[in-house]
C-alpha cells in the first residue's frame, strides 16, 4: 500500500507527468482557440496524426528537429483551412466535417506513410529532441527535474499557453475571437469579418493540434506507427470542457490527466499483473468522460459555438 | 460570400453536385495514384476489376458490404435524430461479445429459436451501449460525439480483456480469441465455398425494415421531428427524450447487429481485429446515401467496392491500399458540401 | 419636445439614398427608394411592419447589398455590403435586436473592432476614459466592467448608442427603438436623443409607432409594400394622414361585439415559475379566463409574457400555485396534456416553435395529431389523411402554397401564421392561447387572424391573447390584463382606463400590494 504512495514521491514520476502532459496542452490550446471563435474542431485526431507523421518525416529525410515543427505547423494549417472552409464560408455540419477531416487527415498520413517507406517492417527511428535542463532550477528537489529538464518542446507547450492566453485576454485580435465565439452578428455590426477570423482560429489551432502529434513522434518516442494518437485528441476536447475554455484551467487539466496516466503506468507495475493491464488503459478515457460530466452542469461555453453565421439570413 | 436557401431544389441539383464530388474525388485520388507513380486510369480499371470484375469479386464486394450497411444504418438512423452516434465501433464489438457468449455453446438451442435469441439479445446490448452516452445528454446535456468516441476505446480494451480471460479459447494456440460459434448460431453460407453469408440477407431486411419504421411510422415522424426541430417538436407534444431514447435503442441495436453478422457469417469467432473500422466508415456510408435507409444498400456497396478493389489492386500495383480510405473520407467531405450546393446558392459579393 | 425647425434637407445633406432597390426571392422588399438627410435634422421611418423599413436600414449599414441604387454619406459614396466603410463614414446603428455579446463586458462590446486588430495590446484604459467622457456628455450611465448578460434592456440599449458613438458616428440610425422599452425608459431616450441633436448628430429613427414619430422627428417618410409613399413636415402632418399612408387606407376597426360570458375555461390562482434563460419569473399571477371572452395581455415584452405562454401552452410547469382547467386540476403538465386538455397554441415563433421548417406542409399539419386516428392507426402514418387534411386546410384559410408536399419554409410568414391558425382551430380548442399571433404579417393577414380569432370566441372560445402591439390589445379584447415584472394587474375593460394609465402599469406603477417587496 505504501508503494502506491510511494510513487508521488518519485521526481521521475513527476518528469513523465510533464511528459505525457505536453502533447495534451499543445493539442488543447489549439482546440480551445477554435471553440473560443465557435467552430468545434472534430479533425483533432486526425490532425495529430498527420503532424505527427510530417513531423517525423521531415526529420527521417534529413531536417532539423525544429524543421520538423515547423512542418508539422504547416500541415495543421492546411487542414484547418480545410476544415474552416467547409464550416465557416461554407456552414457544413461541423460534427460530419471534423469527422471526415480526422479520417482524411489520418488517412493521408498512412498513405504516406506506406508510400514514403514501403519495405519497412518496424518503424525506422530517428533522433528526438533531447532533454535540456535548466541550470539550477532543474535542480530542485522532486519538481525541478519535471519542470525545467524537459525538452525544448515541452517548454514550447508552456510558452504557447502563455502565449494563447496573452493574446485571448489582452489584446484586440483575442477580444474578437472570443466575440466571434459569442455573437457573431455583433462583430458584423462592429466591423470585424467574422469569416476571416474564424478561419484564421481554426488554422491556427489546428498548427497548434498538428504540432502537439509532432511532440509524440519527434520529442516523446523517436518513431511513427499507426494508431499512435490512441483518442488524445478525444481527450483534448474534453480537457478543453474540464477547462472551462481557459487556457490556464486547460492547462491544470491536462497536467492532473497525464498524472492520473502516468500514476496508472506505474500502478500496474506496483501490483503486478492482479489486475487486468486494460482496466489500467481504460481509466484515461473513463475519466474523460467523467470530467465531461461534471462540468456539463457549469459549462459556461461559447454562446456561438457550432452555430454557422449565415449573414443577412430573415 | 452569403449562403442563401434556394427557393427550389431543381433535379438538375440533386442529380448533378453529388456527380461532382464523386469526380472531384476521384480527381483527388487520381493525384495520389499519380504520386505514387502509377497510372490513375490503369489504377482505377484494376480497382473496379477487384471490386465487380469477376462473380467472386463482387461476392466479396458484397460480404465486405455486410457489416457496413448494418453500421450505416445505425448512424443514418441517429444522424436522423440529430444523434452523432459515433460510436458504432464499439457497439459493433459488444454485439460480436454477446454472440459469442451465447452462441459458443451456452445455450444448446436448435438454429431457429437460438438465432433470433442471440439477435435480441445483441441488439439490446448495442442499445445499451449507445444507452449511456445519450442519457448522458438528455440528462446533463453532455455532448455525444466525445462520449461515444471515448467509449469506443473503453469497449475495445474491455473486449481484450474478456478475450485474453473469460472468453478465451483453450485451444486457440495463445492468440487471443474467443471459441467458436457453433452451428446452430451460425449464419450459413448463401453459396456453397463462397463467402457471402445470410447476414447479407439480414442486411437488406434491416434496411427494408427501417425505411418503412422511417417513412411510414408515428416512430419514424417522431425521430424526423426531433431531427429537425427538437423545440417545435416538443411543442407539438412530442416527449422528446423518450424520442432520443428509442433511437438510441435502434441505433445501437443495428450497430450491434453488424458484430453478430461478422462473428456467426463470417469469421465464425470473436477476436481483436473483428472491424477495420466499419463503426467510422459506417458514417461515410450513411452521409453518402444522404441518410437514407434504402441508398445506405448502396451506399454501402460502392464503399465496399472501393476497399476491396483497393486491396486487389494494391497486390498488383505500387500504391498503398489506404488510397481506399482516403478516397472514401474525401468523398465524405466532397458529398457533404455537394448536398449543401443542393439546397443553397452562393452568392459573390 | 422642441424640435429644430428645419426645412426638408435644409442646411446641408448628410445622408442621400438614390433608387435603393432590393428583392429576396419573388418579394420585392424595397423598390427604388430615394431620400436625403439633413444635418441635425430627426427623420422618422414610418411603417408597418415588413414595410421594408429595416432591410433599408441594413442596406444602408452593409449588412444586405442592395440590387440597384447607391448611397451617399456626407458627399462621398458609400461602398456597400461593407459594415466597416460604413462606421467609417461616421453611420452607427442601434439596432432593433441588440448586437451584443452576452458574456463580455461593456467595455469590451464597446471596443470591439476599435483598436488595430494585429496590435500587442488592448488598451484598456484609453477604452475606459473615452466611455466615461461619452457618458457624461449624453447622459448614458453605464459600469464599464458590467457583463452585458446582467445589464437590463435598457441599460443594453444605452450601450448600443454608446457603441456608435464610440466610433463618432455623426448619423445615427435607431431601429425600433422603443419596442422593449417601458414608457419612463422611452421618455429618457427621447431626452437622449434631444442631447445628440443639439451636438450636431442627424438621427433616422425607425418606428410603427405614430405616436412617438409624431413627438420626435422634424420629418416624416412613410413606407408601404416597400416603396415610399409619402413624405411630410411632422409639424404640418395629422396622426390620421399619416395612419392612411402606412396603412393605405382608412382605419375600421373590427366588429367588436359584445358575446355571453361563459364559464371559467382556464383559472390560474397565485402563479409561480422560475425565470429561466430570458424568461422572466413569474410572482403570482392571477388570472380567470371565461368562454367566449378574449383577454388581452398587454405590456411591453420581456415582463413574463413567455412565461405565461410557455406555461399554458405546457413546455414549462408552475413552481407554486394551481393551475386549473374547466374546474380540474391536470394531474402531470405537458405540451401533450396541455393538448389534451382543449388547448390551441398559436406560438410567438413560428421557426422556431411554430412549424418543422424543412418538413412537409402535410407532415406540418399534422404533427399535433399524428398519434391519433385517422392519421395513424397501429403506429403506421396514413399519408393520404394527412394530405387530405393539409388540403382542407389551405382551401379553409387562404393559404397560398405550391402544394401540400412542399417545404413548409418555403410559405411567406402569413401564409405559415394562417397555416398554424388553421391546425389549431380546426381542432375546436376550447382554450386559445394566441402569443403574437399577428407579428411580422402584412396587413391583409393581420385582418384576416383577428376575424378568425373573434369567430372562435363568437363560437365559445377561451382567447388568451399576448401581444406587445398595445393597439391590437385594445381593438379585440373584452378584457385587458397588463403584465410588468412578472405580476399581472386587475383585469379592466376597454375604455375603462385611459392610454395614460395603462402606461403607467405597463411601467409598473399602480400594481396592488406586494409591490414594494420587488425590486425594480
Known amino acids: ?314 | 460570400m452569403r449562403i442563401e436557401p434556394v427557393d427550389a431544389v431543381s433535379w438538375r441539383a440533386t442529380l448533378g453536385y453529388p456527380a461532382l464530388a464523386i469526380l472531384a474525388t476521384l480527381a483527388f485520388a487520381g493525384v495520389l495514384v499519380m504520386l505514387a507513380g502509377a497510372n490513375p486510369f490503369a489504377v482505377f480499371g484494376l480497382v473496379l476489376k477487384g471490386a465487380f470484375g469477376s462473380q467472386f469479386a463482387f461476392l466479396e464486394t458484397l460480404t465486405r458490404a455486410t457489416p457496413l450497411i448494418f453500421t450505416g444504418l445505425a448512424v443514418a438512423v441517429a444522424f436522423r435524430a440529430k444523434l452523432w452516434n459515433i460510436g458504432a465501433e464499439a457497439q459493433l464489438y459488444i454485439g460480436g461479445v454477446v454472440t459469442v457468449v451465447l452462441g459458443t455453446g451456452a445455450l444448446p438451442w436448435a438454429g431457429f429459436a437460438l438465432k433470433p435469441a442471440i439477435i435480441v439479445a445483441v441488439m439490446m446490448a448495442g442499445a445499451l451501449v449507445l444507452l449511456v452516452p445519450t442519457l448522458l445528454k438528455s440528462r446533463f446535456g453532455v455532448d455525444e460525439v466525445v462520449t461515444t468516441l471515448l467509449l469506443n476505446f473503453i469497449v475495445l480494451l474491455f473486449v481484450s480483456m474478456l478475450l485474453e480471460g473469460v472468453l478465451k479459447n483453450p485451444m486457440g494456440m495463445g492468440w487471443p480469441q474467443s471459441r467458436r460459434v457453433i452451428e446452430a448460431a451460425s449464419l450459413p453460407k448463401i453459396l456453397q465455398g463462397k463467402r457471402l453469408h445470410y447476414g447479407f440477407v439480414l442486411a437488406l431486411v434491416a434496411a427494408i425494415s427501417v425505411w418503412f419504421v422511417m417513412a411510414r411510422t408515428t416512430l419514424g415522424y417522431e425521430m424526423r421531428a426531433v431531427g429537425h426541430n427538437p423545440q417545435a417538436a416538443r411543442f407539438a407534444g412530442i416527449r422528446v427524450n423518450l424520442v432520443l431514447v428509442k433511437t438510441a435503442l435502434l441505433s445501437g441495436g443495428l450497430a450491434a447487429l453488424a458484430g453478430f453478422s461478422e462473428v456467426a457469417g463470417l469469421k465464425g469467432n470473436l477476436s481483436l481485429d473483428l472491424s477495420p473500422g466499419y463503426g467510422y466508415t459506417g458514417i461515410v456510408v450513411a452521409m453518402l446515401a444522404m441518410l437514407h435507409p434504402l441508398g445506405v444498400i448502396a451506399a454501402a456497396i460502392f464503399v465496399a467496392g472501393i476497399f476491396v478493389g483497393a486491396d486487389s489492386m494494391s497486390r498488383a500495383a505500387r500504391v498503398p491500399s489506404y488510397i481506399a480510405d482516403v478516397t472514401v473520407a474525401t468523398a465524405l467531405l466532397t458529398m457533404v458540401a455537394a448536398i449543401l450546393l443542393t439546397r443553397y446558392r452562393i452568392r459573390w459579393r | 419636445m422642441a424640435t429644430a425647425p428645419q426645412i426638408g434637407a435644409g442646411a446641408t445633406t448628410v445622408l442621400r439614398l438614390d433608387k435603393i432597390t432590393k428583392r429576396f426571392g419573388p418579394l420585392l422588399a424595397n423598390d427604388a427608394i430615394s431620400f436625403a438627410l439633413g444635418a441635425g435634422e430627426v427623420v422618422a421611418l414610418l411603417g408597418e411592419n415588413g414595410a421594408g423599413k429595416t432591410t433599408l436600414m441594413n442596406i444602408l449599414f452593409g449588412h444586405y447589398l442592395a440590387d440597384d441604387g447607391v448611397v451617399e454619406a456626407f458627399g462621398r459614396a458609400l461602398p456597400p455590403g461593407d459594415p466597416r466603410a460604413t462606421l467609417a463614414a461616421g453611420i452607427g446603428m442601434v439596432h432593433q435586436h441588440f448586437t451584443l455579446a452576452d458574456n463580455l463586458s461593456v467595455l469590451d462590446n464597446i471596443a470591439l473592432g476599435t483598436q488595430p486588430l494585429f496590435s500587442a495590446r488592448f488598451d484598456a484604459a484609453k477604452a475606459r476614459t473615452r466611455i466615461a467622457e461619452l457618458s457624461r456628455s449624453f447622459g448614458l450611465e453605464v459600469d464599464p466592467q458590467a457583463r452585458v448578460a446582467d445589464l437590463t434592456v435598457g441599460e443594453k440599449q444605452r450601450v448600443e448608442i454608446l457603441k456608435a458613438l464610440y466610433r463618432d458616428a455623426r448619423i445615427l440610425i435607431l431601429d425600433e427603438p422603443t419596442a422593449v422599452l417601458s414608457p419612463l425608459e422611452t421618455d429618457s431616450l427621447f431626452q437622449t436623443l434631444e442631447k445628440l441633436v443639439e451636438q450636431g448628430l442627424s438621427i433616422i429613427f425607425i418606428s410603427h409607432k405614430l405616436g412617438e414619430v409624431m413627438r420626435i422627428s422634424n420629418r416624416v417618410l412613410v413606407l408601404r409594400g416597400g416603396r415610399l409613399v409619402g413624405e411630410r413636415q411632422t409639424a404640418s402632418a395629422t396622426r390620421e394622414e399619416l395612419a392612411e399612408l402606412m396603412i393605405g387606407g382608412t382605419l375600421t376597426g373590427p366588429g367588436k361585439h359584445s358575446v355571453q360570458q361563459g364559464a371559467v375555461a382556464l383559472d390560474l390562482r397565485a402563479i409561480h415559475t422560475r425565470a429561466s434563460g430570458d424568461k422572466r419569473a413569474l410572482e403570482g399571477v392571477d388570472l380567470q379566463l371565461r368562454a367566449g371572452e378574449i383577454f388581452g395581455i398587454a405590456g411591453v415584452s420581456g415582463n413574463g409574457q413567455a412565461s405565461l405562454a410557455a406555461l399554458i401552452s405546457g413546455m414549462i410547469a408552475q413552481d407554486g400555485g394551481d393551475l386549473i382547467i374547466a374546474g380540474e386540476s391536470p394531474r402531470g403538465w405537458s405540451p401533450r396534456e396541455a393538448l389534451r386538455q382543449g388547448i390551441g397554441r398559436i406560438p410567438e415563433d413560428r421557426h422556431h416553435e411554430g412549424t418543422l421548417g424543412d418538413m412537409s406542409v402535410a407532415e406540418n399539419v399534422i404533427s399535433e395529431r399524428y398519434g391519433e386516428q385517422p392519421y395513424s392507426r397501429w403506429g403506421v402514418i396514413d399519408w393520404r389523411a394527412a394530405v387530405n387534411f393539409a388540403k382542407k386546410l389551405i382551401g379553409e384559410y387562404d393559404v397560398k402554397c405550391p402544394s401540400p408536399a412542399a417545404r413548409i419554409r418555403l410559405l411567406s410568414g402569413g401564409n405559415m401564421q394562417k397555416l398554424i391558425l388553421g391546425r389549431v382551430l380546426d381542432g375546436r380548442p376550447r382554450i386559445v392561447l394566441a402569443n403574437q399571433p399577428t407579428r411580422g404579417l402584412d396587413v391583409g393577414a393581420v385582418a384576416y387572424v383577428h376575424s378568425r380569432l373573434l369567430k372562435a370566441c363568437e363560437e365559445g372560445a377561451a382567447i388568451l391573447l399576448i401581444s406587445e402591439d398595445l393597439d391590437e390589445v385594445l381593438a379585440l379584447a373584452d378584457r385587458i390584463g397588463v403584465m410588468s415584472k412578472g405580476r399581472l394587474s386587475e383585469p379592466f375593460r376597454r375604455g375603462e382606463k385611459s392610454l395614460a394609465e395603462i402606461g403607467a402599469l405597463m411601467a409598473g406603477h399602480g400594481f396592488a400590494e406586494g409591490e414594494g417587496a420587488h425590486a425594480h
Not at chain 1, 39 to 65: C, K
Not at chain 1, 239 to 257: D, E, H, N, Q, T
Request: proline residues 6%; hydrophobic residues 55%; contains cysteine.
Open chain 1, 1 to 314: 500500500m505504501g508503494e502506491a504512495f510511494d510513487i508521488f514521491l518519485q521526481a521521475s514520476f513527476w518528469v513523465a507527468v510533464v511528459r505525457i502532459a505536453s502533447p495534451l496542452i499543445l493539442a488543447t490550446m489549439g482546440e480551445l482557440i477554435c471553440e473560443r471563435a465557435g467552430v468545434l474542431n472534430l479533425g483533432i485526431e486526425g490532425i495529430m496524426t498527420a503532424g505527427a507523421f510530417v513531423g517525423w518525416y521531415t526529420v527521417y529525410a534529413g531536417g532539423d528537429l525544429w524543421l520538423g515543427v515547423l512542418m508539422a505547423g504547416v500541415i495543421g494549417v492546411v487542414f484547418g483551412l480545410l476544415h474552416g472552409t467547409l464550416t465557416v464560408p461554407l456552414g457544413l455540419s461541423q460534427h460530419v466535417t471534423g469527422i471526415g477531416v480526422t479520417l482524411l487527415a489520418s488517412s493521408l498520413a498512412y498513405f504516406s506513410y506506406r508510400l514514403l517507406l514501403p519495405q519497412v517492417s518496424s518503424p525506422p527511428k530517428i533522433e528526438p529532441f533531447q532533454p535540456l535542463p535548466i541550470p539550477f532550477l532543474s535542480d530542485i528537489p522532486l519538481f525541478g527535474q519535471a519542470l525545467f529538464a524537459q525538452t525544448p518542446l515541452t517548454y514550447f507547450a508552456f510558452v504557447a499557453v502563455a502565449l494563447v492566453a496573452w493574446v485571448l485576454y489582452r489584446t484586440p485580435l483575442g477580444l474578437a475571437i472570443r466575440a466571434v465565439g459569442e455573437n457573431p452578428a455583433a462583430c458584423e455590426a462592429q466591423g470585424i469579418d467574422v469569416t476571416l477570423i474564424r478561419l484564421g482560429a481554426v488554422m491556427a489551432g489546428s498548427a497548434l493540434m498538428a504540432i502537439g502529434g509532432a511532440f509524440l513522434t519527434i520529442s516523446a518516442f523517436n518513431s511513427f506507427f499507426f494508431e499512435m494518437v490512441n483518442g488524445r485528441g478525444w481527450i483534448c476536447i474534453a480537457l478543453v470542457v474540464f477547462g472551462s475554455w481557459r487556457p490556464g484551467k486547460a492547462l491544470l487539466g491536462a497536467i492532473l490527466f497525464a498524472a492520473f496516466d502516468a500514476y496508472q503506468v506505474r500502478l500496474q507495475q506496483v501490483t503486478g499483473g492482479v489486475v487486468p493491464y486494460q482496466l489500467f488503459l481504460m481509466m484515461p478515457y473513463v475519466l474523460s468522460i467523467l470530467a465531461l460530466i461534471v462540468m456539463a452542469r457549469k459549462a459556461s461555453y461559447p454562446k456561438a459555438l457550432m452555430v454557422p453565421y449565415r449573414k443577412g439570413e430573415r
